[in-house]
């Protein structure tokens, strides 16, 4: 067990410029879910996954946000024409029961 | 819709100091509680979680929270706090048992500081 990874841990990209964040959860949980972090405040659910569906997502998702989970294994966070109101920490977590969330490191994503 | 207040945004403490670091939560019913600590550079790590039964929950490090339902309050705490518990403590809801994700809602923390 070596724990959920994200990958890049920092990103500074200009505005409308798309970006892609990677998670890689701890193997064989079934579960994962991506939460977006800003400054002074707390984690806001983003969207969860069983497997390879995608079964629940936020409003905070609009139409520029895409997830994905390919064979039910890592999952990718795609942000297109990036604004710099998505600055944040972006958090991964999976589990393999009901309320099990294990957290990743995140991944800071500064829009310049 | 639910909503989890942390009044507290900075809290000092001396080391061995106790510490209660509170919690209110606004819910149509009783929902699952949990408490999250996050050190810098660190993802969020669970300290502990109530789901039902004894309104006095332990949990890792030391520490422990106590459900009141007729607050709608879930208050962390330690009797003795230790330098590496300064960090950044979260409470969370999440739904009562049944379908769905399980998202967790979070308050927006408390930054806890200690003095050695």
């Known amino acids: 067990d070596t724990g959920v990874s994200q990958n890049p841990r920092h990103k500074i990209t200009k505005r409308g410029q798309n970006v892609t964040f990677r998670c890689d959860p701890i193997?064989?949980?079934?579960?994962l879910y991506w939460y977006r972090q800003t400054l002074g405040q707390g984690p806001e659910f983003l969207t969860y996954?069983?497997?390879?569906?995608?079964?629940?997502k936020s409003r905070l998702l609009s139409d520029r946000f895409s997830a994905e989970r390919p064979k039910g294994s890592f999952s990718t966070l795609e942000i297109q024409r990036t604004e710099q109101g998505d600055s944040a920490m972006y958090l991964c977590?999976?589990?393999?029961?009901?309320?099990?969330?294990?957290f990743g490191p995140g991944t800071r994503l500064t829009v310049t | 819709a639910q909503s989890v207040t942390q009044p507290d945004i900075h809290i000092t403490v001396s080391e061995g100091a106790s510490l209660e670091l509170r919690c209110n939560y606004s819910?149509?019913?009783?929902?699952?509680l949990f408490w999250y600590v996050q050190s810098p550079g660190q993802g969020l790590q669970l300290l502990l979680k109530?789901?039902?039964?004894?309104?006095l929950v332990q949990g890792i490090k030391g520490f422990e929270a106590e459900f009141k339902r007729s607050q709608s309050s879930f208050n962390l705490r330690k009797p003795s706090v230790h330098w590496s518990d300064a960090a950044e403590y979260f409470c969370?809801?999440?739904?009562?048992?049944?379908?769905?994700?399980?998202?967790?809602?979070f308050g927006k923390g408390t930054k806890l500081s200690v003095i050695p």
């Open positions: 977590a999976s589990g393999d029961r009901a309320y099990e969330q294990y």
């Open positions: 109530y789901f039902s039964g004894d309104t």
């Open positions: 969370a809801v999440g739904p009562p048992s049944g379908a769905g994700s399980y998202q967790l809602t």
């Open positions: 819910y149509g019913a009783t929902p699952y």
């Open positions: 193997s064989e949980h079934n579960r």
């Open positions: 996954f069983q497997n390879e569906a995608q079964l629940e």
